[in-house]
């Protein structure tokens, strides 16, 4: 855990009602003590409540959670302490990230499990109410592999990116290639001309990597 240590300060009323005086969401700063070298963004991964048929859908959660909370970032996700999503919350728990988890009353005891790591958590009346409340939190986006909800909470945010009313980052890990086939139906959609020629979204092989892309979103601004 790497988060003794550092000097710290909070956000004051004044600067979480400017989202601009940051650059970023401001509201990520609540509560959080930061670094003079990093300072912390509220990262939401999108991913899903299954583990998929290999361990390194999972092992790529727990890579992200780990560098979310190595680096000082929050992690704002689905609240599951199963599949790919319990993952990503175990990594960023053991490295020392806070976390906020935001599910629907209905899906609590189906995907919360008995062993979710410590988390502030949000309840929502439904799965709309519940990803509006997740991109309200973010400076970013980050996809990793899972089922129709991971689809959904991506098409909305690079739909919106598409129709420029999103310009926070949007970054899909690729791992074992599972964006792939969203990849080609993208490239075949914009051979037909249902879609415009700009990519909406980056591509990485490397949790990591999808780490630094935001990050360096950040520091363009
Ligand atoms: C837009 C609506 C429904 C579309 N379906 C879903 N929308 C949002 N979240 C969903 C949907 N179906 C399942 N989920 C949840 O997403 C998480 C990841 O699921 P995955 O299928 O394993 O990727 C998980 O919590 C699902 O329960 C109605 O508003």
Redo the contacts with the bound molecule.
């Keep these: 855990m790497r988060h003794s240590g550092r000097c710290g300060f909070l956000a004051t009323d004044h600067q979480l009602r400017d989202r601009d005086h940051w650059g970023f969401n401001a509201a990520s700063l609540v509560g959080v003590e930061l670094s003079t070298e990093a300072v912390s963004l509220a990262i939401c991964v999108?991913?899903?409540?299954?583990q998929g048929d290999s361990p390194v859908y999972t092992e790529a959660g727990y890579q992200l959670g780990k560098q979310l909370g190595s680096r000082f970032h929050r992690l704002i996700y689905?609240a599951?302490g199963v599949?790919v999503?319990g993952a990503v919350a175990r990594g960023a728990a053991e490295y020392g990230a806070k976390i906020v988890g935001v599910?629907p009353s209905f899906?609590r005891e189906r995907?919360m499990g008995d062993d979710i790591p410590p988390q502030e958590i949000i309840i929502t009346t439904?799965?709309?109410h519940?990803?509006t409340t997740m991109m309200n939190l973010a400076d970013g986006f980050i996809g990793l592999p899972?089922?129709?909800?991971?689809?959904?909470?991506m098409f909305e945010v690079i739909s919106m990116s598409a129709l420029g009313v999103e310009r926070r980052p949007v970054v899909l890990v690729n791992t074992n290639g599972f964006w792939d086939l969203f990849l080609e139906l993208v490239d075949e959609l914009g051979k037909r001309r249902f879609l415009p020629e700009d990519k909406y979204f980056i591509v990485v092989d490397d949790p990591a990597e999808a780490i630094d892309r935001i990050e360096f979103a950040r520091d363009a601004r």
């Design positions: 999108f991913c899903g409540a299954s689905g599951g599949g999503m599910i899906l995907e439904n799965l709309a519940r990803k899972g089922g129709y909800g991971t689809m959904d909470e």
